[in-house]
Each structure stands twice: as structure tokens, then as C-alpha cells.
């Protein structure tokens, strides 16, 4: 186990080192509504640029389904106004982080911090059951995973 977390480690830090990614959020001002673009990052910057940041506390991408929900949690406990989480754009291959996601909000998690239901490799949570159910009572999930089309995310925002 703690060889296969260096192995990723590892690969994280390499990846970053290739693949530089400008941007991992963007602010907005606005306090109860949150979306996440998960591997979407063109997706991402589109947003940040629109008049959706008015609205939005946050724009994010999420691309694993351990750190990155760990990450997610953390930032929507310390915004107790945050209320709604938007999840569109493309899922990280192999990682399936927004379907983590989802079954997260719908089974929790298990004593060993595993998240019940989730498709991906190393969906493992390290906060404490605590904070995860604060994160499962105080925000709604939205899933439009798949969906990179602004017009119709911001459609699902108005309703």
C-alpha cells in the first residue's frame, strides 16, 4: 500500500511537471453555488471568463478521487454558505473522480475511508467521518457529467 501511494505520488508530481495546468480555480462572487469541470480545464476557462462567475463561490476542476474530493470537502466545510455543487465536463479516464464523487454524496464513505459505491481505483478519503457527513448535509450535488455545453450549464444554474 504505502509503495503504491509513492507510485502515484510519483506520477502526480511528474505529470504536473509535463502537463502544466495554468489554472485549478477560479473565485467568483458569489457564496451558495459551486461548479466543478472536472478534467474539463478549456471548460474551465470558458467559465471564468463568463458572466457565471457573478454567481458562482467557486470553479474548479476535480481530477482524482482521492486528494482532490479530500480538497473539495475541506474548501465547502470552511464556506458553510456553499449550498449547491455543480459537477459538468469530462471525467479524468481511469480516475472517474465526479462518479466518486456522486457516490460520496449518495453512500458516504466506510471505516476504512473508502467511498461505498465508487468505480475508481484509490477512492480513499482521508478527513474524518465527521467532516464528510457536514460535506453529505450541507451540499446538494448536481450531476451534468459529460456536459461541456456553457448555455446549458448555466440553463441548470437559473432553474
Known sequence: MLIMKRL????????????????????????AVAICTLSSIDLLEMISRSCLMNNLLIAGR???ENKGIDAMIAFTIKHPELKRILICGKEVKGHRAGQALLALASNGMDLSGRIIGAASPNPIVTLCAQEVDTFRRQVQIIDLIGTVDIGRIAQVLVA
Do not use: D, M, Q, R
Open 8 to 31: 502515484e505520488e510519483g506520477a502526480g508530481k511528474i505529470c504536473k511537471a509535463l502537463v502544466p495546468i495554468k489554472h485549478e480555480y477560479y473565485l467568483g462572487s458569489g457564496k
Open 62 to 64: 476535480l481530477l482524482s
